[in-house]
């Protein structure tokens, strides 16, 4: 039997999938991050990915061909010369970068996604007017990382991992712009994600029980591991993810870039993986209704029928996608003493801003929708679904897989 491990690094934890060929789910763990204030964040990821592979049922351990990791986007590491990391990792969100925007808006071109507090350039930039750089020698995404603690090579990363890092997706090089700045020498060199690296080391094979000639390859990001995980390859193909917020991703022959909404592209293979997120979405169901009244009241809704109430549904003002102002009021009057009817203008309101984001995607340049996955919690409500339907005018499907960790073995099965 060959079997394919893909392992999903989140914000609290990660998680193990390994596939068999057929690309069932053979093996499945899940282990939440024990940070200790004595032990450096990394450490911790170290021991997590080792912990997951340590539990993957030995028969099953010994016979896999292929690794490959996920990390959260932007979250990078400072490492020396033997890749050992040598502050603690930036996360995702950290924003320390805001302090050398100005700087980075001299040199990159207007609009550039890295000219963001958050991007892994801001951060790389933070670190660069730290006294901490001198002993720097590599800068690595999350995914690198725990990848290099496998293979043992340093100063790899993929073209998911590397985009807000400003690396040039389209002609799959670093920019003139960022070659000639000083931190030059301590950007990794970028792979498509699934290239083949290497085998993984003597010891991890050995302390693993691994095959000697398992191997690894270029990771990518946990919302990438997300879209690959949910079966859309086609051009037109979307996946929209119902969680707290309302994230589309819709796979396109064409890019398309449009800061002013916060849309930008992925490279994804010879297509574009186009999206954008709303602040609306699950959050501001949960504000009003338990899970339990969600399913009970959706279920006393006549999806065919129109609700007459248009609410543009927000916890706080301020959208950006697909529409962009800072100052959106929420809409959520009139209010129908009936709690089904107000539910059924919720995911109706919710239904029309995710038709209107995909045609907002279509106007600057997407391939036509033709066909919607549907991923996190509001995935599950057969209700909204076909609302959802009646808007978006294309069949609308839950995803049969939802864990990014499975799009992550995918990713190591195709390296094969
Ligand atoms: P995240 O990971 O973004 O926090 P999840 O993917 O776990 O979110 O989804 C949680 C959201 O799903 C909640 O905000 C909740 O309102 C919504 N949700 C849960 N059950 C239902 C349901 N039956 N119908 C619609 N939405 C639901």
Partial sequence: MSFYLGIDFGTSGARAIVIDSRENICS??????K?????NLATCWQQTLFALIEKIPLQIRQEIQAIAIDGTSSTVLLCDKQGNPI?????????RGITVLENLAAIAPPNHLVLSATSSLAKLFWWYRQPIYSQASYFLHQADWLAFLLHGKLGISDYHNALKLGYDVENLCYPNWLEELPIRDLLPQVLSPGTLIDTVKKEIAYRFNLRKDCLVCAGTTDSIAAFLASGATNPGEAVTSLGSTLVLKLLSHTRVENSQYGIYSHRFGDLWLTGGASNTGGAVLRYFFSNEELERFSS???ADRASHLDYYPLLKPGDRFPINDPQLPPKLEPRPADPVQFLHGLLESIARIEALGYRRLQELGATPLCYVYTAGGGAKNPTW??????YLQVPVVSSDYAEAAYGTALLAKKSI
Avoid at 385 to 390: A, E, L, V, Y
């Fill in 35 to 39: 940070k200790s204030s004595s032990n």
């Fill in 28 to 33: 499945e763990i899940q282990e939440t991050f």
């Fill in 300 to 302: 006393q809704i006549d």
């Fill in 385 to 390: 679904r076909k609302i959802r339907q009646r």
């Fill in 87 to 95: 502050n603690d990792p930036i996360l995702y969100n950290d924003g």
